[in-house]
């Protein structure tokens, strides 16, 4: 046991193996040092559930690596974010539904067209000379080829036979104003090999070529497109687009045409407007001259409504209009659908500042053309000079104005 000092009560001096109890350092020893005695030091032991301390290392130098992806993520990509796959979703949708829509467009009048009958309207290797402008001639004719009895009773149209026509029409267009111009069916008229006789004559007796003949030999003017509707087909077009609107001056009230209707404008279906546009009884002041010109405001009225954008937006529409004119028109040989389109868009543009209606110049009731007036007003037609047309050549009677 080791000795006290008499002063302090502690060790001896020279004993060092207590000097730690008394605070003193003994790495400052100059005596040797032993190892210390395992006995005095005292571990502190780690708390229950807490798992044993680390030495911290010092972060990697370098760039900084992101954490790997949770297991359930590895080899997907970089998340994309939130609603940006709908979207894409959406416009891939509405591409789509555009390129059917004009394929649809496209599609249904190719499809029509070659439902579309031809005729060879232009016989013979005489014709006139190619003139400034294109003018093609429209007729309504009053064949009862195709309708039932049923739709003959309906319409009035009885059930006499032969061909007829009860609309003529020359529609000139170039670079000036587009002209529309009814020629009365009753109008008196020198027909190649037949002598005089009324114009419808012509095309009783020969059909498209004889009247493609008559009217070039009348009026010198050119025919370049023949294009011809018939009864029923008039009135499927009218409903195709939903009915036209007439604006009747007077009551008209016709038993044989089925017409019954009041005077002002109003919407008329196609029966309506195709007994409002061939009522003989009911324009008595006169006669055939007014009846042409109800001809022209229906069949203004039809392209305007057909080349309206609704017919474009409207499905049903457009494909009915399609399919009634395809069924309905008879061409002439060489009239291609892109001429029928340019003959749709000059119909809507025969009023106003873009264009004139006009009926032929007549010096009376009988329909016997102003042999002066009508040279005059043809000649412009001839010489696609239509723009000096003087208002006292195109009035809606024809009469002088």
């Known amino acids: 046991m080791a000795s006290r000092r008499p002063d302090s009560g502690g060790p001896e001096e020279g004993s060092p193996e207590y000097r730690w109890l008394y605070g003193e350092d003994p790495a400052s020893s100059t005596e040797t040092q032993r190892p210390p005695d395992q006995t005095r030091v005292i ?15 010092a972060p ?22 939130r ?4 979207k894409r979703n959406v416009f891939k949708v509405v591409r789509l539904l555009l390129l059917l829509w004009l394929v649809f467009l496209v599609a249904v009048p190719l499809i029509a067209w070659q439902q579309v009958t031809t005729v060879d309207a232009f016989k013979g290797d005489d014709r006139m000379a190619s003139q400034p402008g294109t003018t093609y001639l ?23 036979g032969g061909r007829r026509t ?15 111009t009814s020629i009365p069916r009753d109008s008196l008229v020198e027909i190649p090999g037949r002598g005089t006789n ?39 077009i009218i409903d195709s687009v939903g009915g036209v609107e007439i604006c009747p001056k007077a009551p008209m009230k016709d038993k044989d045409a089925k017409l019954n209707i009041k005077a002002g404008c109003q919407e008329a279906d196609g029966a309506t407007a195709l007994g409002y546009a061939r009522s003989r009884k ?18 203004s009225a039809i392209a305007s409504k057909a080349l309206s954008p609704w017919t474009v937006i409207n499905p049903k529409r457009y494909y ?53 007036r009508s040279e005059e007003f043809f000649g412009y037609l001839r010489s696609g000079d239509t723009e000096r047309i003087p208002k006292k050549l195109c009035t809606p009677s024809g009469m002088p104005g």
């Open 83 to 86: 609603g940006a796959r709908p």
């Open 166 to 180: 009860d609309t003529i029409m020359l529609l000139h267009t170039g670079s000036g104003r587009n002209v529309l």
């Open 198 to 236: 009324k114009i419808n004559a012509a095309y009783a007796w020969g059909g498209a070529p004889l009247l493609v003949q008559t009217v070039e030999s009348a009026t010198g003017v050119r025919v370049d497109h023949y294009v011809e509707i018939g009864f029923g087909g008039f009135v499927d």
């Open 138 to 160: 429209l007729v309504g004719s009053d064949s009862r080829e195709g309708l039932t009895k049923a739709q003959r009773r309906k319409l009035g149209t009885g059930d006499a």
């Open 282 to 299: 009911t324009y008595k002041a006169l006669g055939d001259v007014d009846r042409a010109r109800a001809q022209r405001e229906v069949v």
């Open 320 to 372: 009915d209009l399609s399919m009634a004119g395809a069924n309905s028109f008879t061409v002439s040989e060489g009239t291609g659908a892109f001429s029928m389109a340019r003959f749709a868009w000059a119909m809507t543009r025969v009023d106003g500042d873009a264009g004139m209606t006009c009926g032929v110049p007549i010096r009376d009731l009988a329909v016997h053309w102003d042999e002066q």
């Open 60 to 81: 990697p130098s370098g760039p900084r690596v992101p954490p790997p992806p949770p297991p359930g993520d590895r080899g997907r990509g970089p998340r994309r974010p």
């Open 43 to 57: 571990r502190a032991r780690p708390s229950a559930g807490t798992a044993p301390s680390r030495p911290r290392q």
